[in-house]
Antibody
């Protein structure tokens, strides 16, 4: 079964750090772009960052540049998001999602269940 | 950044009737290299992650019922549910992945009248 499972969320004080993980199974992890997308409580979806298969390309939304770092370990089938200098507005459910890019498909088609990050004093 | 705007914010439709959600991007998301529009539609039910329905504006994801269809090109797109079922109650998001940063519309909540 194709699956993504996030972990590492929790309550952290403003200015603190957290590292999220996303464990992939059921597919060849190293063949896909991977993303983090977040959703603040009661709000819509916001794309946060993505990373190419070999980490040669990484992209971020402006609001997290310089604070968040996306990375991956293809040997461990795991995606990471290192979050530093956290702010209240980073409070959200964080989803990881894979993006399939082929000649016949370009879509983020598999999503994890999400992990909640709360930034509060 | 490309701004994606959906309308309406919410709608209520009778069971078996048609539901139509509109999506407008602030600039074209049509690629000249492959003539594809980089728009996807997602369905999200409470407490669940988003589920992919349509990509490249009109290609239905495998396993998605054929009552869901996407259309449009350039800057204007539509998701149509041809005959609303009770299990279609959800929030629907339009998403452009043509340009970084990828962006989503604000969502449209679909309910039963």
């Amino acid at each position: 079964e194709v699956q993504l499972v996030e972990s590492g969320g929790g309550l952290v004080q403003p200015g603190g750090s957290l590292r999220l993980s996303c464990a992939a199974s059921g597919f060849t992890f190293g063949s896909y772009w991977m993303n983090w997308v977040r959703q603040a409580p009661g709000k819509g979806l916001e794309w946060v960052a993505n990373v190419k298969q070999d980490e040669s390309e990484k992209h971020y939304v402006a609001s997290v540049k310089g604070r968040f770092t996306i990375s991956r370990d293809n040997a461990k089938n795991t995606l990471y998001l290192q979050m530093n200098s956290l702010r209240a507005e980073d409070t959200a459910v964080y989803y990881c999602a894979r993006t399939m890019i082929t000649l016949t498909k370009f879509a983020s088609d598999v999503w994890g269940q999400g992990t909640m990050v709360s930034v509060s004093s | 950044d490309i701004v994606v705007t959906q309308s309406p914010d919410s709608l209520a439709v009778s069971l078996g009737e048609r539901a139509t959600i509109n999506c407008k991007s602030s600039q074209s998301v049509l690629s000249s290299s492959n003539n594809k529009d980089y728009v996807a539609w997602y369905q999200q039910k409470p407490g669940q992650p988003p589920k992919l329905l349509v990509y490249w504006a009109s290609t239905r994801e495998s396993g998605v019922p054929d009552r869901f269809s996407g259309s449009g090109s350039g800057t204007d797109f539509t998701l149509t549910i041809s005959s609303l079922q009770a299990e279609d109650v959800a929030v629907y998001y339009c998403h452009q992945y043509y340009t970084i940063p990828w962006t989503f519309g604000q969502g449209t909540k679909v309910g039963i009248k």
